[in-house]
């Protein structure tokens, strides 16, 4: 029998600072991002309106940047109305004329329902050649498996 202290037990809780009260993380979401106050009352009236009182009309956008009405509040914000969508959607500049000859994307897997010691790890490589590469979404061992 040996005594230990707490700390070497795993109970010692001192150092785990309490957990915040949710309006905390709300009140930080809305002082960075205060559209998203807006998006909540969308998405809140469309989780209670059934479908068939819905309408053909109305439907969600995923990503508000890329629908007119977003441009119309860029040129607002802006004060230019000439602006057109074409504008206000722009590419980043290391993606601009790239064809599908200049990149390539590789699913890397194993494609097997048995899982491997060495080669359970998924992820997506995707190569631009000159301009470098990209390694998304990739899990624990996925450097392995790209040597290998």
């Known amino acids: 029998f040996h005594l230990r202290p707490y700390a070497n037990l795993g109970l010692d809780k001192s150092g785990i600072p309490p957990s915040p009260k949710p309006s905390y993380f709300i009140n930080e979401l809305l002082s960075e991002i ?3 106050e807006d998006a909540s009352k969308v998405v809140r009236k469309f989780w209670e309106c059934p479908t068939e009182k819905a309408g053909n009309n109305s439907f969600p956008v995923e990503e508000p940047w890329i629908s007119e009405a977003s441009v119309e509040e860029v040129q607002y914000q802006k004060g230019n109305e000439n602006m057109s969508f074409e504008d206000v959607s ?5 993606l601009e004329n790239i064809s599908r000859e200049d990149m390539e994307i590789v699913l ?3 494609g097997s329902s048995q899982p491997s010691k060495y080669r359970n790890v998924s992820s997506i490589y995707i190569n631009l050649f000159a301009r470098g590469s ?6 624990e061992g996925t450097l392995g498996q790209l040597k290998r």
């Open 34 to 36: 205060p559209e998203i």
């Open 90 to 94: 722009q590419i980043p500049a290391s």
């Open 108 to 110: 890397l897997g194993t």
């Open 134 to 139: 990209l390694l998304l979404d990739c899990g």
